[in-house]
Every structure is written in structure tokens, then in C-alpha cells.
């Protein structure tokens, strides 16, 4: 391995680090705990160091988006095939994202609440966020409708999904009863 080689991999060895010392941080104490001199600390770099990364928190928050976009599209795709027919791919898809939403709010939140500097719905939307969408179409242009864009069902949806995720956390909706608005969500929506 050249000397080039090796510093290459040393450099994106520290960016995951720092990626995932900000995310466990911001899971374990929220976003606002998350500054350059904490993840310094924990890391045991100096900040000019990080500087040399990432432009400061936002581009932090960035990247921490793009990694959860892709386990988002990942763990939707798992769940939608493994579930058999339109009707159980749907519900699968909505526990599923449902579900990411619970168990890693703060990655949630860089994905869609925070300003991480990412362009949603442009021609320059970073690949993961492009894919994630797409995980949520695969499934959901099938039972869209005849005449109706899978686009435009897709966001419909997803806005949904996200009204539901948002609401539930911040103690607007009951948790326990989640399973029933999915299948209300699949039902009536989806129309499956």
C-alpha cells in the first residue's frame, strides 16, 4: 500500500468516526449536545482536524442524513420483500419506516427536520436521499391508481408516514394505537 493509499484510507477512517461519534452523541443527548469541540473531544482529534472533514455542523448533519437515507432504504426494502402482495408490501413498508422513525430519532431528524445543506427533489439530491424515495415508490407506484402519478402518490404517502412518525414522538397520537393508522394509512390511502 503507497503512502497516498494508506493517508486515503486514514482520512475517510477519521470521517466515519466523526459521522458516527456525532450521531451516537446526538441519539444519546440530541443534536444541540452535537459541536465541534464535544465531537473533538470524544474523538480525540483536534477540531481543525474535524474542520478538515466537514465546514462545521450543518455539513456533519449532512452527512449523518445520507448514511440513515441509506439504512432507511435498506430496512424498506428487507420488510417490503419479505411481505407477499401489494396490500402486505404497503403495510410492510409503513411499519418499516414507522419503525426506523422510533428507534433513531435524531438520524431522522438530520434526515428530514434539520438543515444538513442536502437538496431534496432537485437534480443535485445526493444519491441516498434519490434512493430513498425510490425504496418508498418500488412499493407504492403499484397501488398508486390508475391516472394517478406514482410520484405524486409517493410524496402523498410519505407525508403521511412522516405526519405519523413526528406526531407520535412528540406525544400528539398515542403510540399504542400506531398499528391501527397503518392499516387505516393502508386501507384507506392505498386503497389495497
Given at each position: 500500500m503507497s503512502v497516498q493509499e494508506r493517508k486515503q484510507r486514514e482520512r475517510a477512517d477519521r470521517e466515519r468516526l466523526i459521522v458516527a461519534t456525532a450521531r451516537e452523541l446526538a441519539e444519546q443527548q440530541g443534536w444541540d449536545a452535537v459541536t465541534t469541540r464535544r465531537l473533538a473531544e470524544r474523538i480525540e482529534y483536534s477540531q481543525p482536524v474535524l474542520y478538515s472533514h466537514f465546514r462545521g455542523k450543518r455539513e456533519i448533519i449532512g452527512a449523518v442524513a445520507l448514511q440513515g437515507a441509506a439504512e432507511l432504504a435498506a430496512a424498506v426494502r428487507v420488510a417490503t420483500s419479505a411481505a407477499d402482495g401489494p396490500r402486505a408490501r404497503v403495510a410492510a413498508l409503513a411499519r418499516a419506516y414507522l419503525d426506523f422513525a422510533a428507534r433513531n430519532p435524531a438520524v431522522y431528524d438530520a434526515i428530514f427536520q434539520l438543515d444538513g445543506g442536502l437538496a431534496f427533489a432537485h437534480e443535485d439530491t445526493p444519491e441516498p436521499l434519490k434512493d430513498a424515495f425510490a425504496a418508498l415508490m418500488e412499493t407504492l407506484e403499484e397501488v398508486a391508481g390508475d391516472g394517478v402519478h406514482p410520484g405524486l402518490f409517493t410524496e402523498t404517502?410519505?407525508?403521511?408516514?412522516?405526519?405519523?412518525?413526528?406526531?407520535?414522538?412528540?406525544?400528539?397520537?398515542?403510540?399504542?394505537?400506531?398499528?391501527?393508522?397503518?392499516?387505516?394509512l393502508v386501507d384507506r390511502l392505498a386503497a389495497v
Open positions: 404517502f410519505w407525508a403521511a408516514l412522516h405526519g405519523l412518525a413526528t406526531l407520535t414522538r412528540a406525544g400528539r397520537l398515542p403510540p399504542e394505537h400506531t398499528e391501527w393508522r397503518v392499516e387505516l
